[in-house]
């Protein structure tokens, strides 16, 4: 691992039906995304990390379970300045740089959650005012998902396609906006993403956010929750 840094697996702050709270979303938003406060409180306290803290977080696939701890913290509260995600991963990290099998002694501290008012975790019902309103709404499954079914006007982007498979990072900032561009998803519009998988919207959502796209929502239910709720699917 990356000299001094602290390990927070992916499945430890990924909430089950027993860890997710009411109170981490909206009234109509999928809130299973989240743990609790308590858990997530509790978890980045024995990992040593205050409430203040600068993070940077990395893993070995792209960055894309990075993405999704990133996004946890945020939504709970995390000031979201002071989180980073490592472009490029840890196999990219070693080629260059120094690693150790030596875990830093972590200090305990009181980490406290503080959930802002509001965050971009949106359910069903704002989605479809967005819609209404001509926002952009972005599936970002892979392309066989989206040809077997998404919300009428979605416009497909696989994460992948913005990550450079030999450097495993970001692709160039010019090559990813001219994608992004593309596909009419540009900073002066309204972007709501949604996907069924936690870590492929939140990679999407970081990069948009280190691009100074503002106005972006998230939604995270399943197509199989919108449709059950009697709302339209595609197909292509």
């Known amino acids: 691992h990356l000299p001094g840094a602290v390990n927070v697996p992916f499945d430890s702050f990924r909430a089950d039906d027993h860890a997710a709270t009411s109170e981490d979303?909206?009234?109509?938003?999928?809130?299973?995304?989240?743990?609790?406060h308590d858990a997530f409180e509790r978890l980045m306290s024995e990992a040593g990390v205050a409430t203040d803290?600068?993070?940077?977080?990395?893993?070995d696939t792209h960055g894309v379970f990075a993405a999704r701890f990133l996004v946890t913290a945020e939504f709970l509260g995390h000031d979201p300045d002071r989180l980073h995600l490592l472009?490029?991963?840890?196999?990219?990290?070693?080629?260059?740089?120094?690693?150790?099998?030596?875990a830093p002694a972590a200090e305990p501290t009181s980490y406290v959650v503080e959930p802002p008012e509001t965050t971009p975790l949106v359910g069903p019902d704002a989605v479809a005012a967005a819609a209404d309103r001509g926002a952009v709404l972005?599936?970002?499954?892979e392309d066989w998902e989206y040809e077997e079914g998404h919300i009428p006007g979605a416009i497909a982007l696989d994460w992948r396609e913005l990550v450079d498979e030999e450097t495993r990072g970001l692709l160039?900032?010019?090559?990813?906006?001219?994608?992004?561009?593309?596909?009419?998803?540009?900073p002066d519009r309204e972007i709501v993403l949604y996907c069924n998988?936690?870590?492929?919207i939140s990679h999407t959502y970081v990069v948009l956010r280190h691009l100074g796209y503002e106005d972006i929502a998230f939604y995270e239910g399943s197509l199989t929750?919108?449709?059950a709720q009697g709302r339209p699917i595609e197909q292509d």
């Open 172 to 186: 160039p900032v010019e090559e990813v906006q001219a994608i992004l561009d593309d596909r009419g998803i540009t």
């Open 25 to 36: 979303a909206p009234d109509d938003a999928n809130g299973g995304m989240l743990p609790s």
């Open 138 to 141: 972005v599936d970002t499954r």
């Open 225 to 227: 929750e919108w449709e």
């Open 197 to 200: 998988t936690a870590r492929r």
């Open 87 to 102: 472009d490029g991963d840890f196999s990219a990290w070693q080629l260059d740089h120094e690693t150790t099998t030596e």
């Open 53 to 59: 803290d600068e993070i940077v977080a990395y893993d």
